[in-house]
């Protein structure tokens, strides 16, 4: 076993957790609408539904402060300090935008061969699990804001998506890295002239999905 997966596998195995914990509420209120298609109103007790806890929230955000000090602030396979070390420490994609193909195409090459190859492992590594612990963080905060709230059902239907949109985006930009250092030396001009603003796309939002709840919760929160 390589030390990826010593880092790895407990880490997914903890997205998993979080995962199944904050759908199981949604899941028991699915099957509790099928089965009253079948029950007649008269005899239908559906109990209320189950709501997103603040200890949930909190697990998540623990979660997603471990993974930051790993991916982020310790020397790990395939982290940020790894892919900046084998770069010379130029900095990456989503922490300085690049605007132009030229732009881009000359910061691959500057990163060398070795650079180019730990960067390709990390957007398909750490640079996954580390924005799946964050979606995991802001979507329980979403969904625990959207069940203390007074919203209506479509403006509550939005504040839940942002972080899914978010993440989407996210894993765009990871795909279009990707896919520049696979065709390096050959330049990919579409991509290249639409990464930077991509990032600044999947920034916008993820700013979003953070401040929108706190306002909202702000705004509308109900009386309990």
Known sequence: MTAEHIIFIPIILLIGFITGAMSTPYIATLRQKLQSARIPKQSLHVPQTPKVSLK????????FIIVFIGSHLILLPYGVL??????????????????????VYQRLLDFGQQGRHVYQRFV???????????LSLL?????????????VKGLGR?????????FSTDMFENLMIFTLISQF??????????IGF?????????LSSLIVPFVVFGLFRTKQ
Request: charged letters at 10%; zero cysteines.
């Open 56 to 63: 949930l929230v909190l697990a998540t955000l623990g979660a």
């Open 82 to 103: 790894a892919v900046k070390g084998a770069n010379g420490g130029l900095a990456l994609f989503d922490q300085a935008p690049s605007f132009t193909a030229m732009e």
């Open 124 to 134: 398909f590594t750490t640079d996954i699990i580390f924005p799946l612990t964050f």
């Open 139 to 151: 979507a329980s905060l979403a969904f625990f804001v959207k069940e203390r709230s007074t919203l």
């Open 158 to 166: 939005v504040l839940v998506l942002l972080p899914f949109i978010w």
């Open 185 to 194: 030396p050959n330049p990919t001009n579409v991509i290249g002239g639409i």
């Open 198 to 206: 991509v990032t600044m796309l999947k920034f916008i939002l993820l």
